[in-house]
């Protein structure tokens, strides 16, 4: 073989080994179907909420501040994501951020202290609480309403 190709061949092979897999599109399956809460009134989410899980591992957690306009630093699969924006209501318990794209209301526990938020895409799945310490039970259901909604929930990362 030339040594020129045989190179080339070296650099191609070099090239494909350290290259970094792209971002996984999703963390659910899409042959599922996914739920929001047809009758939530956005009033619930007004305030400030500690993302404590969600499914992005290069960063440690977040924050949201839902008000005339969101304020946020979230963790995502691509890493921590730094904005505000209008949180635009599509219908009830579905609203597109700004910055972000859509996020359904999946579940919220009676007394607004827990909510959690989805993407049709399962590219976002995040578990928002009122504060850092989320308990065992409120956590449990959370997580089931992910897996319920197809998300791979081995993949949860809690904050």
């Known amino acids: 073989m030339h040594p020129l190709i045989r190179l080339t061949l070296a650099a191609v ?3 494909a080994c350290s290259h970094k897999p792209a971002p996984q599109a999703s963390f659910r399956d899409a042959a599922r179907p996914i739920y929001s809460l047809a009758g939530f009134d956005p009033a619930r989410l007004s305030g400030d909420w500690q993302q404590v899980a969600g499914f992005g591992t290069a960063c440690r957690g ?3 501040e839902i008000g005339s306009e969101a304020r946020y630093a979230l963790c995502l699969p691509e890493g ?10 599509q219908q009830p318990g579905r609203f597109d951020l700004q910055g972000i794209g ?3 209301v999946l ?12 993407a049709p895409s399962g590219q976002y799945g995040l578990i928002l609480n009122r504060g850092p310490d989320l308990p065992a039970d409120r956590f449990a259901a959370a997580r089931d309403i992910l897996g319920f909604n197809g998300y791979d929930v081995a993949q949860l990362q809690v904050y």
Do not use: E, F, H
């Open 80 to 89: 921590q994501k730094r904005g505000r924006g209008a949180m635009v209501s």
């Open 107 to 118: 579940w919220a526990d009676a007394d607004n202290r827990t909510v959690v938020l989805g």
């Open 102 to 104: 859509p996020l359904w």
């Open 62 to 64: 977040g924050t949201i």
């Open 13 to 15: 092979l070099l090239a």
